[in-house]
Nanobody, 121 residues
């Protein structure tokens, strides 16, 4: 089965930086999309940033200019560099991919277990 593992979360002061990583493993034929989402207590899960199929990156308005997403296709790895962090960035961050496990299969979404980011003031 496909497995996603996030890392890099932690506690940081406002204005600081963190780098999150997501590594995908298992039987994967292709990854069409990769993205980062976050969910704060009592809030809905929201998109942070994502690669779409044509290679473009979509960023949430709240993180534009502060967060940068990157990927290494050969390693099935994605990263989210977060700078100038604010208390409102505090949330659990999740990696998601849209992928096929076989060439004739359907595209499906796979989620990691999340990594916690806490930004103090």
């Amino acid at each position: 089965q496909v497995q996603l593992v996030e890392s890099g979360g932690g506690l940081v002061q406002a204005g600081g930086s963190l780098r999150l990583s997501c590594v995908a493993s298992g039987i994967i034929f292709s990854i069409d999309e990769m993205g980062w989402y976050r969910q704060a207590p009592g809030k809905q899960r929201e998109l942070v940033a994502e690669f779409i199929s044509d290679g473009r990156i979509n960023y949430a308005d709240s993180v534009k200019g502060r967060f940068t997403m990157s990927r290494d296709n050969a390693k099935n790895t994605g990263n989210l560099q977060m700078g100038n962090l604010k208390p409102e960035d505090t949330a659990d961050y999740y990696c998601k991919i849209r992928a096929k496990t076989v060439s004739w299969g359907l595209l499906r979404d796979y989620w990691g277990q999340g990594t916690q980011v806490t930004v103090s003031s």
